[in-house]
């Protein structure tokens, strides 16, 4: 049961990363011409990284 605990914290803290990546990209997005296609490629592939490793710090600090 324990596990599990922790596996759904892990989870939440991991959408929650997401979401925040997300609404920063978009909000980067409005504002200017500034995203082009190498800067989103670049941002989500540094957005998984840190949410790999937000979800196992998580895991295991939970």
């Not at 990363?17 to 989103?40: A, M």
Request: one cysteine or more.
């Amino acid at each position: 049961m324990d596990q599990w605990s922790n596996m759904e914290t892990a989870l939440y803290a991991s959408i929650f990363t997401v979401v925040l990546g997300l609404i920063f990209y978009f909000k980067l997005w409005w504002d200017g011409p500034g995203v082009g296609w190498k800067f989103t490629r670049w941002f989500f592939g540094i957005l998984v990284f840190v949410v790999i490793i937000v979800g196992i710090c998580t895991y295991f600090m939970s």
